[in-house]
């Protein structure tokens, strides 16, 4: 599958990749294996998606900053290949952390967002194994965080 081709076909537009802003690398490839940091939630103009999802987020609205992290995702995979999402065989792993209230038990709703995502663009090959964990604070007050392993042809 050509997945440069399914993200335009999927009217797909990719965010820069971001450099990080602590002291950790954005991307990590070991033998086969392409480790992504962490991608928190920010929209297409940059703003931050805050607050936490059950308080002042629904879980749709948590799906969409989740989604919004996989396309982060996506674009620093992208940089560590090189620009060439063919050098990728298949997802293997998505840890979600979503921001939530106490009470909120809906957190694989909220990763699904960036899952979702994910199992579109790279089809059998995009499907992989997750977990979504609930947390009392994210970075910069976000409602989502997702992280990703790879492996590469």
């Not at 921001?99 to 899952?115: E, F, H, L």
């Not at 499907?127 to 609930?134: E, G, I, L, N």
């Amino acid at each position: 599958m050509n997945f440069e081709k399914k993200i335009e076909e999927l009217k797909i537009k990719l965010p820069e990749a971001k450099p990080p802003v602590g002291s950790y690398v954005a991307t990590k490839i070991t033998r086969n294996l392409l480790f992504i940091s962490g991608q928190i939630s920010i929209e297409e103009n940059g703003q931050l998606i805050k607050g936490k999802i059950g308080k002042d987020l629904s879980t749709e609205q948590g799906y969409d900053a989740a989604k919004r992290c996989g396309l982060s995702i996506i674009s620093q995979a992208k940089e560590a290949c090189d620009g060439d999402l063919s050098k990728i065989k298949s997802c293997i792993k998505l840890t979600g952390y979503v921001n939530s209230t106490d009470n909120y038990t809906d957190q694989p709703k909220v990763i699904n967002g960036a899952s979702d995502l994910i199992a579109s663009i790279f089809g059998d090959a995009g499907m992989h194994t997750r977990a979504a964990v609930s947390t009392n604070s994210l970075p910069l007050g976000v409602s989502v965080e997702v992280d990703a392993i790879f492996e590469l042809n």
